[in-house]
């Protein structure tokens, strides 16, 4: 959770919209709604994706669903799947993978190349999606049909 002073800063960003609330309580809610936020990063993106081309101010609710977007986003940072072990592999230096004489790359026997080896596994027995079928359907040749002879009617 952000301080109430960053999050009132956040709010008195708004006030040059139209519809900004003349009345205290209903700026405090606005403030209260910004005080859900994380971090201050996530607050200040939040407001400025509000902001980017708003003609009126954001109600509450507006801003809680691009906070909670922005909270979530600032939890779903990218992080590497294999972690490097400790202390680094002697053979593959924790990648995962080691250069055999001869240019040939092999996987290590480490828990990092074990694991990657089953994320590719994984990643191979993995059954692809049916494509669909351009073929055209029995309805709609019929419909195809039926329209060729109204033009012919015509």
């Known amino acids: 959770m952000i301080d109430r002073p960053s999050a009132k800063l956040q709010v008195r960003r708004l006030s040059g919209l139209d519809f900004f609330p003349a009345d205290d309580v209903a700026v405090e809610e606005l403030i209260s709604a910004a005080l859900e936020a994380e971090n201050h990063e996530a607050c200040r993106k939040a407001f ?45 230096q924790s990648n995962g993978y080691f250069e055999r004489p001869g ?5 290590c026997d480490c828990d990092n190349g074990l694991e990657f080896s089953q994320i590719l596994l994984d990643q191979l ?20 049909v039926r329209l060729a002879e109204t033009l012919e009617k015509i």
């Open 103 to 107: 240019g040939v790359f092999d996987r």
């Open 125 to 144: 027995n993995q059954k692809p999606e049916p494509k669909k079928s351009s073929a055209p359907t029995e309805a709609k040749v019929q419909r195809t």
């Open 48 to 92: 400025d994706s509000l902001i980017y081309d708003a003609n009126r101010c954001p109600t509450p609710g507006d801003i809680r669903r691009v906070v909670r977007i922005e909270n979530e986003r600032f939890k779903s940072t990218w992080a590497n799947p294999i972690k490097p072990s400790e202390p680094l592999c002697a053979k593959c």
